[in-house]
């Protein structure tokens, strides 16, 4: 035991570019985690939104055993089976013909934001090089992806950053038509913001979205590396809408807790993608492949699919009795199993303080900026997980009412 490592070690050794909580989980199993001490937890942030199934779900671990005493890695310069596999069974699940393989949600980004450049440029010049993003989202930590996100603390400081990147509101499509024009090459857009809030799109928005690309020949490319995979209650959350891209991007959630991405596309656009335009060493690793594999064929199911719409039921009669009795939220809002509580005015600003409490009563939550408490549990969380775990935030939210 002596020789275990302690969250001092965090500070003294690894970059502080987080602030991680004092516990430290070592075994997880389903909707429940376990730290140093031995104490119990319930996981309702699912290692935020990426692990779709909880921990070392059977199903996932015969996977990557199986995957690991067969063939690890090959690169590019070879193909592989699982990777052909996961790329037939995205592109056959979905409105995309064709898939690129990466490692995270960043890395699918940069690939949609350069592919839709080059398609621009391949198709119309070089002149059409304008990129239209919306305040509030997130869209990775590469310099370009921060610099498309909407959240100006993450780009700041670390300049030049790229330009040809303009800034519309989010949920209005007026703001939008003041920045579109032929120079347009793409529009990107989570259809549910994530670390913005969990602020759904209307409905009306991304076809007023669609509609506009349509017009100006500019590509309109879904960012749901947070709403993909199941999370929404469809496999991707352009399903629920029934509005399609021309680009999507997945990761987190895809290989429920291993490291992989994808961005997919149509023929004609991905076309842009020729030999030695772009790639990734690690991109279509057969680990993660196999793995991202089974998680889809897993989740994408009725059965599964239907259980996250019911498990949403759920969350949200929970919260409404919560908010009943402490008043503590203004709106419960959110898709699937990506469920947002915004605080309400009495408690503007603090729902990182129930972070803490929570985790002291054996709950894991997040918050989604400062103003909003998330949740993003596994897509099979049992029931009982759930009604224990809101018991345990209910005293959360008690002491947390009782102490401001
Ligand atoms: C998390 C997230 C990303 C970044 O993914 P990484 O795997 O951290 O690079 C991009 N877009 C959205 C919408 C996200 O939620």
Redesign the pocket.
Known sequence: MSDSPTRSDFDRYMAPNYAPQQVIPTRGKGSRLWDQAGNEYIDFAGG??VNALGHCHPVLVEALETQANTLWHLSNVYTNEPALRLAKCLVERTFADKAFMCS????A?EAALKLARRYAHDHYGAQKDKIISFHQS????TLF?VSVGGQPKYSQGFGPIPGGIFHAEFNNLDSVRELVGDDTCAIIV?PMQ??GGIVPADPGFLAGLRELCDQYQALLIF?E???GVGRSGSLYAYMEYGITPDIL?S??ALGGGFPV?AMLATDDVMASFSVGTHGSTYGGNALASAVALAAVEYIDTPEVLAGVKQRHDLFREHLEAINRQYGVFQTIRGMGLLIGASMSPAYEGRAKDILPLAIDEGLMALIAGPNVLRMAPSLVIPEADIHEGMARLEQAIARFVAET
Do not use: C, M, P, W
């Open positions: 935020i939104a995270s949600g960043g890395e980004n997130f869209h990775g930590r992806t989570e994530g670390e960012d590396v947070q709403t991007t990761a987190k991405g």
